[in-house]
């Protein structure tokens, strides 16, 4: 009887080890207590998620790095390296290595003076044109002079540089000019009208959700919201197309409207993001303990005056970090300024114009038969990285924000 | 119920019950307050004290599902009528919580916020630096206006709160367990400050300590569920501290007082 109490409820050291007490004081009614086995147990399952769980996040990270790695690798390229371009002007008739006047065809890119060309791996510089005629020193920058058929294109050398790329107010590569700044304000002009949509809506909405609806209006709104933000970017493309500009020509007149405007794009923009600033502003909302409404009431304040005066001001942070969330989801946004804000760059403040974003940019470009090591095609990597430098300011400040104005309620 | 009173209440509740749906959890109170004296709500956990408290001040029908029968007589007026205006009565009856909640604003702000939305056209700087003079907190502010009011202590906090709630001038202060988050010092300097403000406002205090009822109260309600099984809220006596604390009426009140339940 007592053999099988210590069997079932304690550890033998071994087989053959003496149970002390009950030798000891066989008559004993109370079985003597023994050590508990408090060795450390090798718990194989929870080091293998463990591992698991920290590969998963590794794996993230270095991605991401990774993504940033190859867009600063190919911008540094973009920028150090010297770019051609074709100028489309084909050589008139064959040239020995030797020969350093000579004709060109009429068509093409005008060619200019005191610039390199390449012809297959020469290099040349222009001294003076004379009408189809050409004066050129062959063999430049330390490139073999070497003997050419009729009909071979001249490529144009570019050197984008860093100061013309962030000032410039043109952007065409191919004819070397690398002013980002005409893609810069269309995507700003953009997601300033998305954002203009989406915080006053967000906002009123999120405050009617967390402080004025009912439970059942709650559980119904919210799951429209948010179909609202599952409907994929390319429908909203061409509700932007054939919806929202058509509307702003009858408003505005389709003197004023071009059929593909930033305005429209923006707008649907700003309603496409308003999920984003809702939820998250509600969350952060609803996170404002019930005990400061209640002080608020207490002292004879509206529901309009605690909403506004106490419970939105206590939720800043999370309703700041919503919206500069929301701003950098607008910037990034591709589909809908690709269908609705028009192809190609334009340097205006006008939203009723069209314009090309950054974003739009890149997938006209990436998407096309442009073909590897272009100008165009290598500029969109320096594009590409503006982009991750916007959005990466924009997270920047919104930590800032968050870790600055964050209340902490128990 | 014992009391000396003249029937010149501060606020009477009258036949209150109190509803969440379909659930009475107070049942036909009748009380009275006498005005500027320090009134205590005893009793044990779960009777319906702070219920009582809030419905005194129109708080409750803020939570969907609470409704309730009676009346509260504050002000010559029923506040429970129709015509009447539950902001305004919020307003004149202040209240301090449980736990200290001062906005996550500066502590004149504090101060300042309910006067504003009152409309106060007054010097405001002279309001904050008065109230928080009543509120015996100005000696220790008077130099750090600007800063949180969450970035006070403890006790800091809940004579910002009182403040707060005395800075709109209200004819009652509601207090509901002002010192349960509190150590004994802070607790004692509430307590100084409740007699100092007894000369001007009329207050009632719910508390679970028992002590702090017999040293600051004039009267003394004692509430617990009722005997016949439906669990409701009850007001079983009421009458002046110094009876209740010494002869009770009730079996109860003396098995709660003597602390043989609760």
């Known amino acids: 009887m007592n053999k099988t109490y210590l069997r079932l409820t304690v550890r033998k050291p071994s087989l053959n080890a003496p149970i002390v007490a009950s030798q000891s004081d066989p008559n004993a009614k109370v079985p003597v207590q023994q050590m508990p086995d408090l060795r450390r147990r090798p718990r194989l399952r929870e080091l293998t998620i463990n591992g698991f769980l920290f590969l998963c996040g590794f794996l993230s990270i270095f991605i991401t790095f990774g993504i940033v790695y190859e867009l600063g690798k190919e911008s540094f390229l973009f920028f150090r390296n010297r770019q ?7 050589l008139a008739a064959d040239i020995n290595p030797e020969q350093t006047v000579f004709e060109v065809e009429a068509s093409g890119t005008p060619l200019q003076t005191d610039m390199n060309y390449r012809i297959e791996g020469e290099i040349i510089h222009i001294d003076a044109i004379d009408g189809t005629s050409l004066t050129v020193q062959r063999g430049f920058d330390d490139s073999q002079p070497a003997a050419h058929r009729a009909g071979l294109t001249l490529e144009a050398e570019l050197r984008p540089n860093l100061l013309e790329f962030i000032t410039g107010t043109e952007w065409a590569p191919h004819n070397g000019k690398f002013g980002i700044l005409p893609l810069l304000t269309a995507t700003l002009i953009v ?21 004025y609806a009912s439970p059942r209006a709650h559980n119904t709104l919210k799951p429209i919201l948010e179909i609202l933000a599952g409907v994929p970017t390319v429908v909203y493309g061409f509700f932007a197309l054939t919806f929202m500009t058509p509307l702003l020509r009858s408003i505005f007149g389709a003197d004023t409207v071009n059929i593909y405007n930033m305005a429209s794009a923006g707008i649907v923009i700003g309603i496409l993001i308003l999920p984003f600033v809702s939820t998250v502003s509600e969350d952060a909302l609803s996170a404002v303990p019930r005990s400061l409404r209640e002080a608020s009431y207490a002292l004879g304040a ?15 942070s999370g309703i ?20 609705a804000s028009g192809a190609g760059p334009n340097f205006t403040f006008n939203p009723f114009e069209a314009a090309e974003t ?14 590897y090591n272009s100008v165009d095609y290598n500029s969109i990597f320096a594009v590409g990285l503006m982009l991750f430098v916007m959005t990466l300011i924009l997270n920047v400040i919104s930590q800032r924000i968050v870790r600055r104005f964050r209340e902490i309620y128990e | 119920m014992a009391n000396s009173s003249n029937g010149n209440y501060a606020i009477k509740a009258d036949k209150l019950s109190v509803y969440y749906g379909e659930f009475r959890a107070v049942r036909e109170v009748d009380l009275g307050i006498e005005p500027r004296r320090i009134t205590a709500i005893i009793g044990p956990s779960g009777c319906g004290k702070s219920t009582v408290l809030r419905a005194l001040k129109s ?5 969907p599902s609470v409704h309730t029968e009676g009346k509260v007589v504050f002000g010559g007026r029923n506040i429970y009528e129709l015509d009447v205006d539950p902001v305004e009565v919020r307003r004149r009856i202040g209240m301090v919580f449980q736990k200290p909640n001062p906005f996550p604003k500066s502590i004149y702000e504090n101060v300042a916020w309910g006067a504003r939305i009152n409309g106060f056209k007054g010097d405001m700087d002279e309001l904050v630096e008065s109230t928080l003079k009543s509120a015996a907190l ?6 750090k206006l600007d800063q949180s009011g969450t970035s006070l202590s403890g006790g800091q906090q809940q004579r910002l709160c009182i403040a707060r709630a005395i800075a709109v001038k209200p004819d009652i202060i509601l207090m509901d367990e002002p010192c349960s988050a509190l150590d004994p010092i802070a607790t004692l300097r509430i307590e100084e400050l409740m007699h100092d403000l007894a000369k001007d406002y009329t207050i009632i205090i719910v508390t679970h300590n028992m002590q702090q009822a017999a040293r600051v109260s004039d009267f003394t309600a004692f509430f617990s569920l009722s005997e016949d099984g439906k669990r409701a809220g009850t007001l079983m006596e009421y009458g002046e501290t110094k009876h209740m604390f010494t002869r009770p009426e009730k079996k109860i009140t003396e098995d709660y007082i003597t602390g043989r339940f609760g």
């Open chain 1, 84 to 90: 051609w371009s074709s100028t489309n002007k084909p």
């Open chain 1, 191 to 211: 997601s300033g009208v998305a954002i203009v949509v989406a915080v006053p809506l967000g906002l009123a909405t999120a405050v009617y959700l967390s402080e």
């Open chain 1, 302 to 316: 509206t529901r309009l005056e605690t909403a506004l005066r106490v419970v939105v001001p206590a939720a800043f």
């Open chain 1, 320 to 339: 700041a970090a919503a919206i500069i969330l929301a701003a950098s989801r607008a910037i990034g946004e591709t589909m809908v300024v690709a269908i």
């Open chain 1, 358 to 371: 950054m974003t739009g940019h890149i997938v006209r470009i990436s998407g096309g038969d442009m073909s």
């Open chain 2, 59 to 63: 708080l409750c029908e803020l939570i």
């Open chain 2, 138 to 143: 100005w000696d220790e502010v008077h130099d």
